[in-house]
């Protein structure tokens, strides 16, 4: 039986190329997987019933000539990635039986280079929340302890990753989602430059801060994808094509004044052991003071809800969604709603609504602007001195389920991957080993915009240590 817990793309392409296994093969041991664990994990809400088909066509490009490295790949889809006439629903009740009207540019991209899509993989409702203990279809468990959570928002597609349901999965990241569940789950997760990649065909949680990136099992299977799926896309007026120039980056800046308090000891020291190797592969590290990154996740909870409540609103039961009718058209609009988000998503759409009320933009929506120009431009100005930022991807290993009922503590999960959504720079999550309790750890590369490649190079260095 093949291994896919430990298969890279790298090797299962070799392996597919050479004609020592077929994608007919590779889709059959994920599906042994998949009958295996997902009735616990419950990382996917669906399987595909056509994944065997799309295994036996990408097999046939194989024998056909095409060389590509993704052809014949299992990947599972993050369930707010739109696959042309397949389901879609964010983990929501509103849009439990949405299906799909066109493929996002990541999936015709993939489709294009022959990747067979397995599933859906379960999240936070319209990817809010840390823990995936916000999806309407059940929490998500993490393989290395089901007690505790996978992480969150995009929990379900690091938990495939992690327990080999697929060889690479794709999530969104708004303010750590990618990333933060990658570390709880032991892979890498790694979050483009704003544009880097095309938001077209991903539901909308917060416009200015989402993007799409890969889970992968290292740093090289990262950048594979991330090559395939970047670039210039006309249907997304923020997308561009980034640069593809690798520079040879050896400073590391470290935050020493927001690394103080409410980190566990752990975690603290797996992550000055990491700073210690990397030392010894050349690196040079300098203590580096970022005053305004604190804000960070106060910035975060008046921005991203607002346009949370702007990009939910089209979910009315008239245009789309749920409908329960209700005595007039305000009421149905009100019972639909109620019925069709869950907590944390009517939180936040209320909070968002607030802060664009009329009295009280000024004082939260413009001033949160201007706080984020400040980090926006407090990152550029410290990668005039160093050439990334190094952090722990959070602050803690994986939660126990209902650890954090206190929303504030919850979004404290988020403290050191938020600032690369609002600085709109990109961010890498690295595993390095396993507490005593055996939970993964993470620590987090943050690079100056649009140097998405220097994350690969130096996210490979820290590999090489582990
Ligand atoms: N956990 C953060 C939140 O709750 C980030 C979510 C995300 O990146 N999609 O908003």
């Known amino acids: 039986m093949i291994d896919i817990k430990n298969l890279t793309i790298e090797k299962a392409s070799v392996m597919l190329q050479n004609k020592e296994i077929t994608s007919v093969d590779l889709v059959s041991a994920c599906l042994e997987n998949i009958k295996e664990k997902n009735g616990e994990l419950n990382a996917l809400l669906e399987v595909f019933g056509d994944v065997l088909d799309q295994a ?40 439990e039986n949405y299906v799909a009207s066109y493929d996002a540019y990541v999936i015709k991209k993939l489709r294009d280079a022959g990747v067979v899509f397995m599933g859906r ?21 993490n393989p290395y302890d089901t007690s505790r959570v996978p992480g969150g928002s995009s929990g379900g597609s690091a938990v495939a990753v992690a327990s080999g349901m697929c060889i690479v999965s794709l999530g969104t990241d708004t303010g750590g989602s990618i990333r933060q569940p990658a570390s709880f789950c032991g892979i890498v997760g790694m979050k483009p430059s704003y544009g880097g990649v095309s938001r077209s065909g991903t539901m909308a949680m917060s416009s200015s801060l989402d993007q799409i990136g890969p889970l992968t099992k290292n740093a090289e299977d990262a950048k594979i994808i991330f090559d395939y799926i970047s670039g210039k896309d006309e249907m997304d007026s923020t997308s561009i094509q980034l640069p593809n120039s ?15 308090e409410g980190i566990d000891t752990d975690v603290m020291q797996n992550f000055e052991e990491q700073i210690e190797k990397l030392k010894k592969l050349g690196y040079e590290t300098k203590d580096i003071d970022l005053p305004y990154s604190k804000y960070s996740l106060a910035v975060y909870y008046i921005l991203m809800p607002a346009e949370v409540s702007t990009n939910l609103s089209r979910l009315d039961g008239v245009r789309y969604g749920l409908r329960k009718e209700g005595e007039t058209m305000f009421d149905s609009f009100k019972k639909s709603r109620s019925l069709g988000f869950g907590l944390e998503t009517r939180r936040r ?65 988020d403290i050191f991957t938020v600032p690369a959504n609002i600085a709109g720079i990109p961010s890498i999550s690295i595993p390095t080993g396993f507490s005593k309790d055996g939970l993964p750890y993470g620590i987090q590369a943050m690079a100056p915009l649009y140097k998405d490649q220097s994350l690969f190079e130096v996210a490979k260095d820290i590999e090489k240590n582990i």
């Open 56 to 95: 036996k066509k990408a097999d046939e490009m194989i024998a056909s000539g095409n060389k590509g490295k993704l052809v014949g790949i299992p990947m599972v889809i993050k369930d707010n990635i739109l696959i042309n006439g397949r389901k879609v629903s964010a983990s929501s009740k509103m849009l």
């Open 121 to 141: 993989a379960n999240m936070d409702e319209f990817a809010m929340g840390s823990s995936t203990e916000n999806s309407a279809y059940g929490p998500t468990k």
């Open 349 to 413: 759409i209320i909070l968002g609504t607030y802060v664009l009320s009329h009295g009280y933009y000024d004082a939260y929506y413009n001033k949160a602007w201007k706080v984020r120009h400040a980090i926006e431009k407090e990152y550029e100005n410290i990668f005039k001195e160093v050439d990334f930022v190094f952090t722990p991807t959070a602050p803690t290993t994986a939660f126990r389920f209902g650890e954090k009922k206190d929303p504030l503590q919850m979004y404290l999960s």
């Open 246 to 260: 690798i520079e040879s980056k050896k400073v590391i800046g470290i935050p020493r004044n927001w690394l103080k």
